[in-house]
């Protein structure tokens, strides 16, 4: 007996399931391509991978969402990054995505730190901490000491900074975390830098090194080549430093990493000036400031304009301007130590 609503039976058109399957494909391949060049450090290829990609998409699974977030960060895209991370935090609170919440308010406070709003950087990742500590995710309460470390150190606390990371070595270490590690490794480094403790500065960096080559994470090599550039400025070894830092900035260069590539300018452009080429040095040392306003990298604004006005011959009116929109941009930061230094300098004048 035929079924009696047959002029109503569905006869599916496979069109729009075969149209779907090829969608859920496409996202799927582009979610596989993403990590593969998140783990190169391919940021330019994940952003190009995942800025098509729709936004729940990306939103829906907490590691791909921070990875996007990543993307923003190390293309110099700060704004966008400021606003994603807003986003992003609301969302996880509103769906109680414990996850999600953590690695916003990572992201939050990266770009609040990138862009000179350091109060709102350190409010992120305390909560991030003890959210984190709670959970149980070491890799997220790692990620925070490292971040508070970077505050400290700004701040001019740099054995309290340094404390804060030794927290984060042993969480990356029992994780696995290579890239986390290479990059606590550079921070231990740039403090003790700080502190002018010259040779455990190096142990730091050839470690931090060691771990991105071996992984192999070339951002961190750059950062890694940048700051013992700086170093080798600060012990007068103005060759050396000038020969890392264009090394850092071809590599930069090859990453596409705009951050990056501003550092290196702003440290090649510093030993090129204290080397005797202040033209040559001038030239570098603009170019790394308008790189870090077009990124909106606070930071490295404010150590463009100090460079400049290192770089400059005494008593010129360009000293003078710069070291005063140095002083405002490390006042902006809480960077108390770097801006009482400066005013001494002023002073001098």
């Not at 035929?2 to 075969?18: A, C, G």
């Not at 990875?67 to 704004?79: D, K, P, S, V």
């Not at 001019?156 to 969480?171: F, W």
């Not at 090129?272 to 990124?295: M, V």
Request: hydrophobic share 45%; net charge negative.
């Amino acid at each position: 007996m035929p079924w009696p609503y047959e002029h109503l039976r569905f006869s599916p058109d496979p069109r729009p399931v075969d149209r779907y399957m090829n969608e859920r494909r496409d996202l799927e391949a582009a979610l596989t391509s993403a990590a593969a060049l998140a783990s190169a450090g391919d940021w330019p290829g994940v952003y190009a991978e995942l800025a098509p990609v729709d936004a729940d998409e990306v939103a829906s699974s907490a590691i791909v969402a921070y990875r996007f977030g990543e993307a923003l960060y190390y293309t110099g895209r700060m704004r966008e990054l400021a606003a994603y991370a807003s986003r992003y935090v609301a969302s996880s609170r509103e769906t109680a995505d414990t996850d999600g919440l953590l690695r916003a308010l990572n992201l939050a406070g990266i770009a609040a730190f990138e862009l000179g709003e350091i109060t709102s950087a350190e409010s992120s990742w305390d909560e991030q901490m003890g959210l984190a500590d709670g959970a149980g995710d070491h890799d997220m309460l790692a990620r925070a000491a490292n971040n508070l470390g970077a505050i400290a150190n700004l701040r001019g606390a740099s054995n309290e900074a340094i404390t804060l990371y030794r927290l984060a070595v042993p969480a990356y270490q029992r994780l696995g975390q290579d890239r986390g590690l290479a990059q606590t490794y550079h921070n231990i480094g740039v403090s003790y830098r700080d502190l002018g403790r010259v040779d455990d500065a190096l142990s730091a960096f050839a470690r931090a090194r060691a771990v991105a080559e071996r992984i192999p994470y070339p951002p961190i090599i750059v950062m890694t080549l940048v700051s013992r550039a700086e170093l080798e400025i600060r012990r007068g070894e103005h060759a050396v430093a000038s020969e890392l830092a264009r090394r850092a900035l071809r590599l930069a260069r090859e990453l596409d990493d705009p951050v990056n590539e501003a550092g290196a300018l702003r440290v090649w452009g510093l030993s090129q000036a204290r080397g005797g080429d202040r033209a040559g040095g001038r030239e570098e040392l603009d170019a790394a400031l308008a790189l870090a306003r077009s990124s909106g990298n606070t930071l490295l604004e404010a150590e463009a304009l100090r460079d400049i006005a290192l770089a400059a011959s005494r008593h010129e009116d360009e000293e003078t301007e710069s070291l005063r929109a140095a002083i405002e941009a490390f006042e902006r930061l809480g960077a108390s130590a770097e801006t009482k230094r400066l005013r001494r300098r002023l002073g001098a004048r």
